[in-house]
């Protein structure tokens, strides 16, 4: 979901960057778009690399597309150098904003991202459970809002190994050709690009993209009232 | 969910029967319904609604609502003993098919359900999780398939508590005037009904209502070559 919600919303994404996800998952289904050119990663952490290599070679196998560059380092300072406009689609697979990943949360990293996205570009970042953290989504929502001048949205899906069972996503775009994340432009299910060597996609299709956008009343009041 | 996923897809439902739900949860989301007249609840165990009286006060209130018949009994026989086509909607809060509510997913039951429902009436049944049980939920849906002469719907939602974080739902309609599930045609988040003296609704909306029907892919595929 953290990969096709951003790329299914947008037509022909070439240029990807991947902020974490060092285990290559995320990398394994962008690689399904066969629009790619190129794919970027910064994962900060390169034992993550070695050891998902190592033990989860079904979800290290994204390392496996030529399409692909690691690069080993901090995600905040990796983009700082990025030049502006670079990416179609940032991903921002990141832990929880405790420790090494809150910066991640933080306005001047969501300042970053926009920079490096093209006009129209979007971004998906990990954004915390609906059941347990609205403080927190709060706060992203309101920082996304003041940067990223597109459209500010927030998904989530279920995930029954994650607590309380539900992930969500926020999802953005920069100023210049709308995006309306919510009714996917680019249906990876409508090809046969999803039936790559690593098998058929077993989740993602269009309805459960839209739905990811449907939000429980409690959690509808807040965010929207923020991201309008 | 469990109420409002069957209640808001047919106008003005008037007589509804709970099997099991003695909580009184069921009860209590069924009484925000202004146009329902008639509310029998037929629970096995009485001590259930005891201690749901003295502990949880917040879900008993249900059975303040004095269009509520509490029968306490098993709700099979009590089917049996219902004259054909009383109820618009039949509501079944039931535990795991194992042990005392085994019963409760079978099709003998399923047939007593669809003989208590008017034409185009309505039945909404715990049905588990896809993450754990998609061999007893594609069972269900052959069961379901086979008695029930209208439309045949898997529904899920998000409830962290419940092991791996979702629940499921069947929802039949019997042979008569069409239900469309997936668009609820008595949006109980179009007028105030929904503000009772229990509080707004905090979960349930028309968008989440049509979002619980989109399907991840997996589940899709098994239940929809059953359902149809």
Redesign the interface.
């Known amino acids: 979901m953290i990969t096709h919600l951003p790329l299914c919303s947008i037509p022909n994404p070439k240029k990807v960057l991947v902020i974490g996800g060092g285990d290559g998952g995320v990398l394994r289904e962008v690689s399904r778009h066969s629009s790619i050119e190129k794919i970027d990663i910064c994962e900060i952490d390169k034992m993550v690399v070695d050891v998902s290599k190592q033990f989860f070679p079904k979800v290290a196998v994204g390392y496996d597309d030529p399409r692909v560059t690691l690069h080993i380092g901090d995600g905040v300072a990796f983009l700082k150098a990025v030049p502006e406009g670079t990416y179609d689609a940032v991903i921002v697979d990141s832990s929880d904003p405790i420790g090494p990943a809150q910066e991640l949360f933080e306005k001047p990293f969501f300042q970053s991202v926009a920079k490096a996205l093209r006009p129209g570009g979007v971004v998906c970042t990990q954004a915390e459970?609906i059941?347990l953290h609205m403080h927190i989504i709060e706060d992203i929502v309101v920082n996304c809002r003041q940067v990223f001048k597109g459209s500010v949205n927030y998904a989530?899906t279920?995930?029954?190994t994650?607590p309380?069972?539900?992930i969500g996503f926020m999802l953005c775009s920069t100023e210049g050709p709308a995006v309306d994340f919510k009714h996917p432009v680019n249906p990876i299910?409508a090809d046969y690009s999803h039936v790559s060597k690593n098998g058929?996609?077993?989740?993602?299709?269009s309805?459960?993209h839209?739905?990811a956008f449907?939000?429980?009343?409690?959690a509808?009041k807040v965010i929207e009232s923020k991201a309008n």
């Open positions: 459970s059941w989530w279920s995930v029954p994650y309380s069972g539900v299910d058929p996609l077993r989740f993602y299709n309805e459960i839209s739905a449907c939000l429980p009343s409690f509808k």
